[in-house]
């Protein structure tokens, strides 16, 4: 599940409607809906995160953290290292071995890291 898709499948259980139902308002399938919240699709288009803001009535601060979050939830992300220290070769490789077996707090460890640069 990606940060978006956790947060959408939030907002929609406290809304109490479930994926059938929030995909008809938004015009599309359940199927691609489920995919979302588990991070089987890519990053929503503005579009739909629009769409998703306005079947929540999400305002100000809301949007943007779901936005936010959007840009945060690509499941399949390249990092390209070509040109920079070597050091951040050998990070990012460690990083795509190991990710699959971190834990919780391992995980906040290394974004709490990453939100300090």
């Known amino acids: 599940m990606t940060p978006f898709g956790e947060k959408v499948r939030a907002l929609r259980t406290n ?5 059938a139902q929030m995909a008809t308002a938004l015009d599309v399938s359940a199927a691609y809906l489920s995919a979302l919240e588990h991070g089987r699709r890519g990053m929503p288009s503005w579009a739909m995160i629009q769409k998703i803001i306005q ?4 305002i100000w601060d809301e949007a ?3 936005h936010a979050l959007a840009q945060q939830s690509k499941p399949k992300v390249t ?3 070509t040109g ?6 050998q990070v990012a490789n460690r990083l ?4 699959a077996r971190l834990q919780g707090t391992e995980l906040d460890l290394l974004l ?6």
């Open 15 to 19: 809304k109490g409607v479930n994926q």
């Open 64 to 66: 943007e953290e779901l």
């Open 79 to 81: 990092i390209d290292t």
């Open 84 to 89: 920079l220290d070597p050091r951040a070769t």
């Open 55 to 58: 079947y929540f009535g999400l």
């Open 112 to 117: 709490d890291i990453l939100e300090q640069n």
């Open 96 to 99: 795509a071995l190991r990710i």
